[in-house]
């Protein structure tokens, strides 16, 4: 139970950076058309807080 709601934070804190447009670009992978199509377990959540700071 408390790996699933770590999960969900972490999800809602990629979603919160990829839609707040901290950071000024974002590249998805092909076939994918926006934060909804993106496999969020796979994208470290360091690196996305690392390239909204720079």
């Known amino acids: 139970m408390l790996l699933e709601r770590l ?10 950076i990829i839609s707040s447009n901290v950071i000024k670009a974002v590249d998805f992978p092909t076939g994918t058309s926006g934060v909804e199509d993106v496999d969020l377990d796979a994208i ?7 390239c909204a700071v720079n």
């Open 7 to 16: 999960r969900l934070d972490r999800h809602k804190l990629i979603e919160f």
């Open 44 to 50: 470290s959540a360091d690196y996305m807080l690392e």
